[in-house]
């Protein structure tokens, strides 16, 4: 999974979609969020909340509802597809909640890149990777198929052909050319994330849970194709 590509395959297949707004929509939507500060800005203290601003937030929860349904109804489109062309899905276990927490830090130890941070802690809550996986899971299942978690570190900076994970080979979001002398693979970066992610799947790196704890097991050699 990933912010500019949503869901990558092992086998090149990417799923990607647009904005769940038009350009009309978000231009409305920031509108209304600019009214709703401005009128909660000059309200006076102890005030009550006027009509007006109620309709305001009614109209802002509008058009975030209609960019939710969107998003949820491309992901069931999306997770039926691959449940039903393949038998076994892997994907990465990732702890979306430590992902997406603040960079502000403290006034002692004062955050970077704050702003950056910010948004793409936006952009991974908008993807809702885990609403995917739980779709993939249960939609696999009803079709005779299994879903499998295998541990996330290094699957991005590892290279899916030498193995080997050389520094600065993440060139870009994008692109991933190994800086392994006697390598040299290049290839989309989400790619060979998503190679990476079968290739601990067949090794037998699947997670299971146990006494509220991730644990390693042998898996059987498959034939699957991963998502990531």
């Known amino acids: 999974v990933g912010v500019t590509v949503p869901l990558a395959l092992s086998d090149g297949e990417t799923y990607e979609h647009g904005e769940w707004l038009t350009g009309k929509e978000q231009a409305r939507l920031l509108h209304l969020e600019q009214r709703a500060a401005q009128r909660k800005r000059h309200r006076k203290p102890g005030e009550r909340t006027s ?6 937030y009614d109209q802002i929860a509008g058009l975030r509802a209609k960019a939710k349904r969107r998003a949820v109804d491309w992901q069931h489109q999306t997770t039926t597809a691959i449940a039903r062309t393949y038998g ?6 990732l702890t979306i909640t430590n992902m997406v927490k603040s960079a502000k830090g403290t006034i002692e130890e004062p ?8 948004g793409l802690n936006r952009s991974i809550s908008g993807q809702a990777w885990g609403r995917t996986v739980t779709m993939l899971t249960y939609k696999t299942a009803q079709l005779g198929g299994t879903l499998h978690k295998v541990p996330a570190p290094g699957t991005s900076r590892r290279c899916s052909a030498c193995g080997f994970t050389t520094p600065g080979s993440r060139e870009s979001q994008a692109v991933f050319v190994c800086k392994n002398p006697a390598c040299g693979w290049s290839g989309n970066a989400d790619h060979n994330a998503a190679r990476n992610v079968l290739y601990l799947y067949r090794m037998g790196l699947a997670l299971i849970p146990a006494a509220g704890r991730a644990v390693v097991r042998r898996a059987k050699r498959v034939k699957p194709a991963a998502a990531r």
Do not use: M
């Open 88 to 93: 076994t899905v892997v994907v990465e276990a």
């Open 51 to 56: 009509r007006r601003l109620h309709r305001t």
């Open 111 to 118: 955050g970077r890149n704050v702003a950056q941070k910010s």
